[in-house]
């Protein structure tokens, strides 16, 4: 077997580093990681159109970009999480033992992501069945989730094809982090919405924008 091949088989020599004995994130994919653009989030659905995959990787796009949770509390939601009645929800709760924090919190979740994930339950369970068991099952062993690693690598796959470059999935949380502050979200808000414990850590996800620290300034009147 050559490096090459050995690389594409052991997640953590091609670039997943071990935390405390579990395999992590790839290098690259937290702290620092850029904000997505419109742009790049259209041309991004557009290369799904030829995945079999198509309704499921755009809900599980979407639901990071439209709630700002973090992979790993989005792999291991269960149906019966966000969806108890069948109907997905605006919002879930997160229990403390599937939170980086280990505090549980409630995720408010954006009418868009709202409409995708409840499309692609449809298709996985065409009524009159009624949805269960992960909402992003492991293709291995559909009564367990899919692993932080495969959803990483499966975003990583989708920006490549997209041409989107120096993003990981982190850039879904720090794009809908960005996208309430130029809104006009409290702060506050946000720290809550992304479960930090300081306001500190919430503010390191904003990059300051010339144009539009310009167009503020350029505004005042005395």
Known sequence: MTRKTRLQHDPEKAGF????????????????ARELS??????IEKCMV??????????LLHLGLGSGMR???IVNLDIQDIAPSGRVGNHV???KHSTKSKKSRTVAISRQAVRIVQDYLHRRFPPPARPRG??????KDPRKP?????????????????????????SLRRTHANTLRRQGADLMLI????????IETTSRYFAVDPIELHCAVDLLKF
Request: hydrophobic share 35%; aromatic share 2%; glycine share 10%.
């Open 17 to 32: 580093g071990k935390r405390n004995g579990r395999t992590g994130r790839p290098k690259g994919t937290g702290g620092k």
């Open 38 to 43: 419109p742009e790049e989030i259209a041309r």
């Open 50 to 59: 030829v995945s079999r995959h198509q309704a499921r990787n755009l809900a």
């Open 71 to 73: 992979i790993s509390e």
């Open 93 to 95: 709760v997160l229990e």
């Open 134 to 139: 992960p909402l992003f099952p492991s293709q």
């Open 146 to 170: 899919m692993s932080t690693t495969n959803a990483i690598m499966i975003l990583k796959r989708m920006f490549a094809a997209a041409g989107v470059v120096n993003a990981s999935s982190h």
């Open 191 to 198: 720290k809550e919405q992304l479960g930090h414990a300081s």
